[in-house]
């Protein structure tokens, strides 16, 4: 199956309070929450293909986590069906 990213975000997963706003405020559903844990104990979002670099992630987090780029033309990723 393919997916197509129309953008993409970088995540500074140590800021991360794990407060989960960023994984209902994404479109696409393109995040979730690592089974990790980062330096402070917090769980932080993890992004799978299909980001549309819509910038909701960043508008809503409280703690400054996201960057986000958008591509000058869409990137296809195979993904598992
Ligand atoms: S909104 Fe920000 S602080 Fe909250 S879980 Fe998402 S990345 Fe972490
Ligand atoms: S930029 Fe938009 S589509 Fe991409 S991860 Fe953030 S909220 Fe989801």
Redesign the pocket.
């Known amino acids: 199956m393919q997916v197509e990213s129309r953008?993409t975000?970088t995540i500074d997963v140590e800021r991360c309070k794990g407060c989960e706003l960023c994984i209902p405020?994404?479109?696409?559903d393109?995040?979730s929450m690592s089974t990790e844990l980062n330096e402070k104990g917090y769980a932080y979002p993890e992004?799978t293909p299909g980001?549309?670099?819509?910038?909701?992630?960043l508008l809503i987090c409280p703690d400054f986590v996201?960057e986000?780029y958008v591509y000058d033309k869409p990137v296809r990723h195979e993904v598992p069906a």
Do not use: E, M, N, S
Not at 25 to 28: N, Y
């Open positions: 953008g975000i405020a994404c479109p696409p393109v995040l992004l980001c549309t670099g819509c910038g909701a992630c996201f986000v």
